[in-house]
T-cell receptor, first 117, second 116 residues
Framework: GAVVSQHPSWVICKSGTSVKIECRSL??????MFWYRQFPKQSLMLMAT?????????EQGVEKDKFLINHASLTLSTLTVTSAHPEDSSFYIC?????????????FGPGTRLTVL | AQKVTQAQTEISVVEKEDVTLDCVYE???????LFWYKQPPSGELVFLIR??????QNEISGRYSWNFQKSTSSFNFTITASQVVDSAVYFC?????????????FGKGTKLTVNP
């Protein structure tokens, strides 16, 4: 149990276009999901915390108008990179916390590799 | 603020050697959680262990062992008799009740290469 999927696993897009990444909890309900970004050979940095039915909480320095997060159901959160630029190329990883589950336990998705040309 | 330091950027060992990955953390919380994750070249994070701040017992799981010492704010990870499949980037992470947030703060990672 506790499987998290991401779609797509990789995407290449042109500069200026928008890209949507989905994060799904397949066998559990997730009140809270987290979005991380990892640049090559660097660590994971939290971008935002997504709560079902409410606005996401963004970390300092993350543009909320550029990285749109929607957590419309207990099993799905989406991250849309709007007007993507080459500097947005990165590995995006989501994680999900099971509703009513053990505190501080997150299940990670396999990640989405975004390349902006 | 919470911080995790993994001073070793890269480690290279020969198969069957033991290797210890260091992790030092900083937090003002009295309740917090420490984690280790493995990230193979595929990129997917593999959960290894979760330890809360009240449990200082060392843990062993097969070839893996963890040494948690609150006195030195360290949570080191040892792989015994390393194997080529252990080659990956290993991250230490910290979370705590920071205003209710459960966000994970990651160290910069240690890249382990196990050579045959």
């Amino acid at each position: 149990g506790a499987v998290v999927s991401q779609h797509p696993s990789w995407v290449i897009c042109k500069s200026g276009t928008s890209v949507k990444i989905e994060c799904r909890s397949l066998d559990f309900q997730a009140t809270t999901m987290f979005w991380y970004r990892q640049f090559p050979k660097q660590s994971l940095m939290l971008m935002a915390t997504s709560n079902e039915g409410s606005k996401a909480t963004y970390e300092q320095g993350v543009e909320k108008d550029k990285f749109l997060i929607n957590h419309a159901s207990l099993t799905l959160s989406t991250l849309t990179v709007t007007s993507a630029h080459p500097e947005d190329s990165s590995f995006y990883i989501c994680s999900a916390r099971r509703s009513g589950g053990v505190r501080n336990e997150q299940f990670f998705g396999p990640g989405t590799r975004l390349t902006v040309l | 603020a919470q911080k995790v330091t993994q001073a070793q950027t890269e480690i290279s060992v020969v198969e069957k050697e033991d290797v210890t990955l260091d992790c030092v953390y900083e937090t003002r919380d009295t309740t917090y959680y420490l984690f280790w994750y493995k990230q193979p070249p595929s990129g997917e994070l593999v959960f290894l262990i979760r330890r809360n701040s009240f449990d200082e017992q060392n843990e062993i799981s097969g070839r893996y062992s963890w040494n948690f010492q609150k006195s030195t704010s360290s949570f080191n990870f040892t792989i015994t008799a390393s194997q080529v499949v252990d080659s990956a980037v290993y991250f230490c992470a910290l979370s705590g009740p920071q205003g209710g947030s459960e966000k994970l703060v990651f160290g910069k990672g240690t890249k382990l290469t196990v050579n045959p």
